[in-house]
């Protein structure tokens, strides 16, 4: 089945402690972008990736960091986590980037808290 | 002024109805625009792109303004099952690819 695969779906951590959210795709796409999502404040872009070892930052990156040594993963890196950064989190992706990049398949979602 | 603006809702509604939201857009250089569907606490899901000519899918029928810069969403004989919030989608090809969200709208369809 053709999915994007997050982990984990839901984490309670503590500030400090730094964590990694995993994202797969199997779908051979090429674009791959992580959001957050805040009650009244909607999808927000952290990171997105046009391919491989390409990687520009959202409006949001702030506390992110993103590596994409394969066309499959993204993961999104919180090195030292705030309280401010609790938040659902969608890894999403597409076939390309540019115009293509609008038809987006979502993750399931990360529910994180950091107390 | 947000880049993309909705109505927060929610819009209550009797199922059978028709049910029609707007979402505005700030920069006059968008080309792409899209309609997306999440339900709570789920991801969202691609509902229909919004072509200039304006296009219909069953009863969903999604239609452009360039002039007055806003894009509409028309849903007809509303189901419950629709109840959800609808996530529109800007989206800048100049420059770099960048997607705007708005904050979404919600429906609530009743019996």
């Known amino acids: 089945e053709a999915q994007v695969t997050q982990n984990p779906r839901y984490l309670i951590t503590v500030t400090g402690k730094k964590l990694t959210v995993t994202c797969s795709q199997n779908?051979?796409?090429?674009?791959m972008s992580w959001y957050r999502q805040d009650p009244g404040l909607g999808l927000r872009q952290i990171y997105y990736?046009?391919?491989?070892?390409?990687?520009d930052k959202g409006d949001v990156p702030e506390g992110y960091k993103v590596s994409r040594k394969e066309k499959r993963n993204f993961p999104l890196i919180l090195e030292s986590p705030s309280p401010n950064q609790t938040s659902l989190y969608f890894c999403?992706?597409?076939?390309?980037?540019?115009?293509?990049?609008?038809?987006?398949?979502f993750g399931a979602g990360s529910r994180l808290t950091v107390l | 002024r947000k880049e993309v603006e909705q109505d927060p809702g929610p819009f209550n509604v009797p199922e059978g109805a028709t049910v029609a939201f707007n979402c505005t857009y700030s920069?006059?250089?968008?080309?792409?625009f899209f309609w997306y569907r999440q339900d709570c606490r789920k991801e969202p899901k691609l509902l229909m792109s919004?072509?200039?000519s304006g296009n219909e899918d069953g009863r969903f029928t999604a239609q452009l303004n360039r002039a007055s810069q806003y894009i509409s969403l028309l849903i007809r004989d509303s189901k419950l099952s629709d109840s959800a919030t609808y996530l529109c989608?800007?989206?800048?090809?100049?420059?770099?690819?960048?997607?705007?969200f708005g904050t979404g709208t919600q429906l609530k369809v009743e019996l």
């Open positions: 920069n006059s250089a968008s080309q792409s």
């Open positions: 989608v800007v989206v800048d090809t100049g420059g770099g690819n960048k997607l705007t």
């Open positions: 990736s046009m391919n491989v070892e390409v990687t």
């Open positions: 779908m051979n796409h090429e674009y």
């Open positions: 999403a992706s597409s076939p390309r980037g540019g115009s293509g990049a609008n038809v987006l398949t």
């Open positions: 919004v072509y200039s």
